[in-house]
């Protein structure tokens, strides 16, 4: 499997990124469902149901310390079959903080629907390749489909 590891990064600095990933969404998750609002002051999600979010957050947020500890311990072969090496995991990430740039300066419900859904594709990847459970994936579906038309 060695010849599908492509682009100039090593595998400690592949889990180092992946690592970084995983704080990264976890302060996001803070960040917004602290207060609701985008960097405008724009309400985002069905008022009825923010409450709950947070609520539930404190329950889910401990998760990641489990994903963070499994990702500084998984398999350079597990990176591999999940495409989280190298160039592939490069370009994620490169999708994730444009996502994440535009919606800090443009704010926006359609901006953040977007912004998940790049989470998504990398998150779903790490979570199957260090063998997490659901708990933050389906939590973070709950927040995104909390987003108020």
């Given amino acids: 499997m060695e010849k599908f590891y492509v682009g100039s990064s090593s595998y400690n600095d592949d889990k180092e ?3 970084r990933f995983l704080f990264e969404v976890r302060r996001f998750l803070s960040l917004v469902l602290e207060t609701g609002e ?3 002051g724009k309400f985002l999600f069905i008022k009825e149901l923010h409450s709950s979010l ?10 990641f ?5 499994n990702s500084r311990n998984v398999t350079k072969d597990r990176l ?3 495409g989280l090496v190298g160039i592939q995991l490069d370009m994620k990430i490169e999708i994730f903080n444009f996502m994440k740039r535009k919606y800090k300066s443009v704010g926006g419900k359609s901006i953040l629907r977007r912004l998940f859904d790049a989470i998504d594709t990398l998150l779903e990847s790490i979570l199957a390749a260090i063998g997490v459970g659901g708990a933050i ?8 489909n909390s987003i108020d038309d």
Avoid: C, L, M, N
Wanted: no cysteine; glycine share 4%; proline share 3%.
């Fill in 17 to 19: 990124k992946i690592i």
């Fill in 38 to 40: 985008d960097s405008k």
């Fill in 54 to 63: 947070r609520e539930t957050w404190v329950v889910v947020e401990p998760y």
């Fill in 65 to 69: 310390d489990v994903a963070i500890g």
């Fill in 80 to 82: 591999v079959q999940h």
């Fill in 137 to 144: 994936s389906e939590f973070k579906d709950s927040v995104k």
